[in-house]
Antibody
């Protein structure tokens, strides 16, 4: 059974950075993209980017370029998303999501990680 | 402003049929990219409801169905039940953005 288990909630001050992890199990880690999607309180879903665990190739949404870095560690089947220069409007639940194709659906979601940015 | 446009809310009585539209453009749905639908209950991660326009994952009731036309797609729910009350999102791929795009979400209220 596929599982994506994310790290716990974080509280950060404006200007700080946050790194969220996503531990994958139940499938071959390298065979599926890991995407990151966020959801601000009461708002919709926003795609941040994706990483190919096999090649480490990544693509970021233009909005986040320069502030986001997605990485992976194949040895522990874990993907990471780091967001820097945090602002209050970065307060959101961050989800990792597994997909088999660049344009395909999300086949599995992590449980989400709440990141709160507050002074 | 979401790239894909959905109505903010729809409602229906138990047993009725409702539809949720998702309108895109020539760089996403109109370019032939598939549409997928998700159901999100409060405080939980979204759940895949319809993939590749019309397909239901195992375990999704056949009360849920999807369709796609030139630059839009629709989710239909028949025989509405109280447990269907949730937020629904459409998703596709956009070639100009080289990434996923989502609709703004539609809140379904079962009266």
């Amino acid at each position: 059974q596929v599982h994506l288990v994310q790290s716990g909630a974080e509280v950060k001050k404006p200007g700080a950075s946050v790194k969220v992890s996503c531990k994958a199990s139940g499938y071959t880690f390298s065979d599926y993209y890991i995407h990151w999607v966020r959801q601000a309180p009461g708002q919709g879903l926003e795609w941040m980017g994706r990483i190919n665990p096999k090649t480490s190739g990544r693509y970021y949404a233009q909005k986040f370029q320069g502030r986001v870095t997605m990485t992976r560690d194949k040895s522990i089947t874990t993907a990471y998303m780091e967001l820097t220069s945090l602002r209050s409007d970065d307060t959101a639940v961050y989800f990792c999501a597994r997909g088999s194709a660049v344009a395909g659906p999300v086949e599995n979601w992590g449980q989400g990680t709440l990141v709160t940015v507050s002074s | 402003q979401s790239v894909l446009t959905q109505p903010p809310s729809v409602s229906g009585a138990p047993g009725q049929r409702v539809t949720i539209s998702c309108t895109g453009s020539s760089s996403n749905i109109g370019a032939g990219y598939d549409v997928h639908w998700y159901q999100q209950l409060p405080g939980t991660a979204p759940k895949l409801l319809i993939y590749v326009n019309t397909n239901r994952p195992s375990g999704v009731p056949d009360r849920f169905s999807g369709s796609k036309s030139v630059t839009s797609a629709s989710l239909a729910i028949t025989g509405l039940q109280a447990e269907d009350e949730a937020d629904y999102y459409c998703q596709s791929y956009d070639s100009s953005l080289s990434g996923w795009v989502f609709g703004g979400g539609t809140k379904l209220t079962v009266l």
